[in-house]
């Protein structure tokens, strides 16, 4: 299963995971405009009314509750199969709209977002409350390895672009924040800063005979 942000998502590569045997979960954003725009415009008439746009929707929804960093977050998923031919990504299983309303605790300041998703697995596969977790997946690879990178060391600030150089950087990047979790520091700031100290520190970590 590869899950992409809203940048990623291509007819291409969508077709790419299916011919080697994946499945993929894509977001789409207001950056593909039109997609997002015909996928808004559809679920601008669910829930459906009568019997007949209930048998050519078949339209589930159910609420996802989530509780912490000091706010109550409830995410109302639905879902429908009848998009799945006319979007242009290889075996389309399923399209969902996720309405994320956050209650800010103390305040009791709210926000309302939407995300729309798209993905090759259908409901013999997954559940809708299945598909939250895939999602909040990414991210937490996101909060876990790119965001100290660029944080941390700073790498989208970087200037290194060209051939093979910003490859190594990354992998030389991934080795010293895997050093320094297995070293015991939680946050690469706080490595830093004991390295800091002195030169034979870091030197001593990777394993080279200090002086």
């Known amino acids: 299963m590869l899950t992409m942000d809203a940048l990623h998502p291509c007819q291409e590569r969508a077709k790419q995971i299916r011919q080697r045997g994946g499945d993929y979960l894509f977001v789409v954003k207001r950056n593909q405009r039109v997609i997002y725009e015909d996928i808004a415009r559809a679920f601008s008439v669910l829930p459906p009314k009568g019997a007949c746009e209930t048998e050519f929707w078949q339209y589930e929804a159910t609420p996802v509750h989530h ?54 697995l259908d409901r013999q596969r997954v559940t809708l409350d299945q598909v939250e977790p895939l999602r909040r997946g ?35 990047r991934n ?5 320094l979790r297995v070293e015991g520091w939680n946050t690469l700031p706080s490595g830093f800063r004991y390295c800091e100290r002195s030169p034979q520190i870091p030197l001593r970590l990777m394993g080279t005979i200090a002086t």
Request: aromatic residues 6%; proline residues 4%.
């Open 67 to 120: 509780r912490g960093h000091r706010r109550t977050e409830t995410h109302g998923l639905e879902s429908t199969p009848a998009l799945n031919h006319c979007l242009p990504f290889a075996d389309v299983g399923l399209v969902v709209r996720r309405t994320r309303t956050a209650i800010q605790h103390g305040a009791q300041e709210k926000s309302v977002s939407v995300e729309y998703r798209i993905t090759s």
């Open 138 to 172: 990414h991210w937490t690879i996101e909060k876990i390895t790119h965001y100290p990178r660029d944080v941390s060391f700073g790498e989208d600030r970087s200037t290194i672009r060209t051939g093979n150089a910003p490859q190594a950087l990354a992998a030389l």
């Open 175 to 179: 080795a010293i924040a895997t050093l």
